[in-house]
């Protein structure tokens, strides 16, 4: 491998997580000549968001997380964040496969396993949502084999531990679909760095920390990585970086000095698990049970039971329990949050802290909770859980994004977003859920966005309709382009349900 200090890459990636990986991946499909030269901190890959204790997993499809479908004034329910959401996992769904048609992932047993994804409620004003919601999803085909009932003995079917114990006055309702995921995005990073290791045009640089990265005159970035062992600081030029290094994500953007970043804050949340590994339990549960979130709180501490697939065993993770730290990941510093307060932004952090004090309470409550308390949530998804059965675990940091609504006002925004300069020749991916979820769809999106003129019939463009086959159709319009390619992309990855 060639000294840092002669690269002049093509593209530097920061960051060796899920987003980082996959983008790396899809360019040497799309130009195998392309250099590459990915810096991480730590000393492996996806070790912080892309760490599969880090999150839950589910493959964000939009089938059971209920705040993706809010309830509109009318009675009425909004699926279109669902459907984005939905037809996003496609994309990664194409791409995976077609890396394990292509042999770049051996195995996709090693990272994706069925799982039912499924919605529980109760109470009558909950149930009522619910129905309202399944029959707006129902009706579309991106949702058609979704399934409902309010009668508890099925429900005891579709997941036994949620209904053993249950007070059976109280009014209960579920939906199913049964072709969902489990994703060990921590196991899938693994696999695209080690089959990036192997091409001669890019090299892997871990305990390197990037500490500088500023514009030449000429165009390119000078990017600076400190080896965190040795303390030597080398130097590569390129003409394109990507930032995708979770939560540290905002300060390497507000060092690049780009005017598309100034007013850019951001809020982390930190959580917890709790975590059962007793295979007694674990058998009698296989799904992922998601609940609505209590009011006031984030998106992503939309509480669940997940079935987790990890190294080959079956556990069982309960939560998030969001809280508030002032690290942007979880191997961070305790300043991080300070260091990222600039004259310019400190406005929008500001403010939208204002518009937000619900949520600061929410967390600060979240934060005090003693241990009997978080395990009375669970109680309300497993009401004969057992305190002893359980551990806890500290869930991966997330940033939420504040940006400018008007003016300099402040926005808290769920979701992720890409932040680009003006002539693309840098990129960064800011927020959280649905996270690595759409890694496949971020790729996708830096690819149209940052290389246009590559996207043309002599250029990159056949290449990528082989690399997603529904490459410009609309699966939220064509429904027989999407049951097809769902047949076919589950059979690749061996994720179709047994009838």
């Known amino acids: 491998m060639p000294s840092l200090s002669s690269l002049c890459p093509d593209i530097v990636l920061i960051g060796a997580g899920i987003m980082s990986s996959t983008l790396a991946a899809l360019l040497c499909e799309l130009d195998p000549s392309l250099s590459m030269v990915m810096f991480e901190t730590l000393s492996d890959c996806g070790q912080e968001s892309s760490y599969a204790w880090n999150n839950a997993g589910t493959g964000h499809a939009g089938n059971c997380e209920l705040n993706y479908t809010p309830q509109r004034a009318d009675g009425s329910v909004d699926i279109s964040k669902a459907l984005a959401v939905n037809t996003e996992f496609d994309l990664s769904r194409q791409l995976w496969a077609h890396w394990v048609r292509e042999g770049r992932i051996a195995d996709p047993a090693a990272f994706v396993q069925p799982c039912p994804h499924i919605s529980l409620v109760w109470g009558a004003e909950n149930v009522a949502f619910l129905k309202a919601r399944y029959e707006a999803m129902v009706a579309h085909h991106c949702f058609a084999d979704m ?104 300060p390497l953007l507000q060092a690049s000095g780009i005017p598309e970043a100034a007013h850019y804050a951001g809020f982390p949340v930190s959580g917890l698990w709790l975590r059962c590994t007793d295979p007694t339990i674990t058998r009698q549960h296989h799904a992922k049970v998601y609940g609505k979130a209590p009011v006031g709180s984030p998106p992503m501490s939309v509480p669940h039971l997940d079935t987790r697939v990890i190294d080959g065993k079956s556990c069982l993770l309960f939560g998030p329990y969001a809280g508030f730290s002032t690290k942007f990941l979880k191997s961070g510093s305790w300043t991080d949050y300070f260091r990222s307060l600039t004259p310019k932004n400190i406005i929008p952090a500001l403010t939208a802290g204002k518009d937000n004090l619900g949520l600061l309470d929410y967390l600060v409550k979240q934060v005090i909770q003693t241990n009997e308390a978080r395990f009375q949530a669970l109680l309300d998804f497993y009401p004969t859980a057992r305190p002893e059965d359980w551990s806890k675990v500290v869930a991966g940091q997330r940033v939420q994004i504040i940006r400018p609504d008007s003016g300099l006002h402040g926005k808290l925004r769920f979701g992720t977003e890409l932040v680009k300069n003006a002539d693309r020749s840098l990129v960064a991916v800011l927020g959280a859920s649905p996270g690595a979820s759409i890694a496949a769809s971020v790729a996708l999106q830096v690819v149209q966005g940052c290389f246009p003129e590559r996207l043309v019939e002599g250029g990159w463009l056949p290449r990528l309709r082989q690399v997603f086959p529904a490459y410009g159709v609309d699966l939220t319009q064509d429904a027989q382009a999407c049951t097809t390619l769902r047949r076919d992309t589950a059979q690749v990855l061996k994720i179709t349900t047994p009838t």
């Open 147 to 250: 399934e409902y009932t309010d009668d508890p003995a099925v429900i005891a079917q579709w997941a036994p531990l949620a209904m053993a114990g249950r007070d059976t006055t109280q009014p209960v309702a579920a939906t199913r679909i049964r072709e969902g995921t489990d994703v060990n995005f921590g196991a899938l990073t693994h696999a695209l760095t080690a089959s990036l290791r192997t091409d001669r045009n890019v090299s892997i640089h871990y305990n390197h920390r990037v500490t500088d990265l500023t514009r030449t005159e000429d165009g390119r970035w000078r990017v600076t990585a400190t080896d965190t062992e040795s303390g030597h600081a080398t130097t590569v030029l390129t003409r394109f970086v990507f930032i995708g290094a979770g939560g540290n994500a905002l």
